[in-house]
Every structure is written in C-alpha cells, then in structure tokens.
C-alpha cells in the first residue's frame, strides 16, 4: 500500500473551452495555474458595496469578467458548444453569481474544494495565477458569509478524502480488476486510448498494458491531479443531522466521454466500465480507505 499525500493547489484548475479547435489534442501534462497557453487574466482587484452584498460586488467586479471571457463558451447554457459542458454558470452573464452559489459543488464552507478551481484541465487554457487567486478570494468571502468560515461542513475536507482515496489505491488491485487493460479501448476508427493519452494528452493518462513498467507509470499518473478526477471526484451530503459533510464519488469521466458531442474519436465504453465499477468499490470499502 502506497502512502501518498496530494494537496490540490493552483496546479489543479478549471479552464475554459476556448482555445482547442475540433479535433485538436493539447498536452495538459504539466497543466497549473499560470500554465503556458494561458490567454485571460484578470484585472486588478476591487470592491464595490453596490448591491449590500460583498460577495456578489466582489464577483461581479472581479471574478464574472474572466470567468465570462474564459469559461463562458462552454459552460453557459445561454451558448452552444459542441463540447457539451455542463452549463454551471446559468444562463446568461446576469445568472453566473446566483447559480454558482446555489451549487455546494462551487461555493461551500470549503473554498479550496470549490469544484470552481479544482475541476482540473480538460481543453482550453488554465486559469491563470492571478485569476486563480482571486476566484479563491471571492470563495473565502462566500464561506465567510454563509458558513463562518468552514464551520458549516463536518469531517475531513474534500482534498483530504481524495487524498485518502490515492494513498489507498495498490497496483494490486488495480490489475486484479482489470484497469491495466481500460486504456486498450478501441475507438471506431480503430485507434486505441492509450494512443493518444499515453503522455497526459488533454488531462488523461493512460498507457498500455504491454508491460509492467507502462502499467506502474499509468497507475502511479491516474493516482494524482488531475487524471485521478478522469475516475472521482468529491460531493457535499447532508447528513441526518442536517450538516454536510463531502464524500468520495465516481465521476464517470471516461464513460461520459464515450457519449459527448464534439470531435473526440467514438467508442463503445460497455465492457470497461464495470472494470471501474469494481476497482472504486474495492478502493472505497477497504480497510485503509474505511478506517478513520
């Protein structure tokens, strides 16, 4: 069992979908906030008490101008992408600050956890530095105001339970339930996964399974941000006694993919899902994984 500590900094980040043409592949290997390719930024941090509330003068001055220039093309349901990203700003710019804090995916008492920041690269540009830092900001402000800081969530935080869930995963059981032999998925056209991804194409590692070296260096990639959120992510439960507390979840990244619109080559994910279904369960009800 691998012992494995991941902090989710500004090296995991959301980026828009704007700069990839269909069909293009852009290496997100060594994607980070900051990150070359990197075309927004943000202006220069104000205030504003127009509203009565600080958070949402502070979002619409400072963080909706970006996350409109650099997110809005895909995640806008007020826009047509052929992506098909999930519409969490709303529709249209005027929706963005409402929607977003009515989400405890984005805005929680965990503002590190904001799935805002933490959604890792896919296509497109990161956020830059500065963008990030103050989308963090405008987050802090959120959990302020609604939770007292991070009062309002119980147990560990979300970096902490994926954390857990990687330190958790062995190579054992990853070959036993056959993820070893997920990135050999035939696309339509006949190419494989591994093809393509084998160096962390478009935020996805996988390599083949040719040889136990290949194999180790795909299970050690997928094991850290952001190619571990290909396979799980975090949700906010509220418990019986009507805290939240967050939980480690599939998130179904390579499945969807199979079923996306867009340029990506097709593929028939049928027989290799259940492989995933049966490594998250034994990862998630382990003794290591279970044991507080």
């Known amino acids: 069992m691998r012992a494995l500590a991941l902090v989710l900094t500004a090296s995991v980040v ?3 979908c704007v700069a990839e043409t269909p069909g293009d592949l ?9 990150a070359s390719g990197a075309t927004t930024s943000s202006s220069s941090t104000s205030t504003s008490t127009g509203s009565g509330n600080a958070g ?7 963080v909706s101008p970006f996350v409109q220039t650099a997110c809005a093309s895909c995640h806008d349901g007020a826009n047509v992408d052929e992506y098909g990203g999930p519409d969490f700003l709303g529709n249209g710019m005027e929706s963005y600050y409402d929607t977003l804090v009515a989400n405890s995916d984005m805005v929680s008492a965990s ?3 904001s799935r805002l920041i933490t959604r890792g690269v896919h296509v497109g540009p990161a956020l830059t530095a500065s963008q990030y830092d103050t989308a963090l900001i405008w987050l802090q402000m959120e959990a302020d105001a609604r939770y007292g800081g991070s009062g309002g969530f119980e147990g560990p935080t979300a970096e902490e339970l994926v954390a857990k869930f990687a330190s958790c995963m062995t190579i054992t059981d990853w070959t036993a339930t056959g993820m070893d032999t997920v990135a050999l998925q035939q696309t339509l056209n006949g190419t494989s996964c591994h093809g393509c991804h084998q160096s962390g194409v478009g935020a996805n590692y996988m390599t083949n399974n040719n040889t136990q070296a290949s194999i180790d260096l795909g299970f050690d990639k997928t094991s850290a941000p952001p190619f571990i959120f290909n396979l799980i992510t975090t949700t906010a439960v509220t418990g019986p006694n009507g805290k939240q507390h967050y939980e480690v979840v599939q998130s179904y990244g390579w499945r969807d993919k199979s079923i996306a619109p867009g340029s990506h080559p ?5 027989q290799q899902q259940p492989k995933i279904d049966a490594w998250f369960d034994t990862v998630i009800n382990s003794t290591c994984y279970t044991t507080p």
């Open 26 to 34: 852009i290496d997100d290997s060594t994607g980070g906030a900051g």
């Open 266 to 270: 097709k593929f028939i994910f049928t």
């Open 111 to 113: 503002p590190e956890s």
């Open 14 to 16: 959301l980026v828009a």
């Open 56 to 62: 949402r003068d502070y979002f619409e001055a400072n």
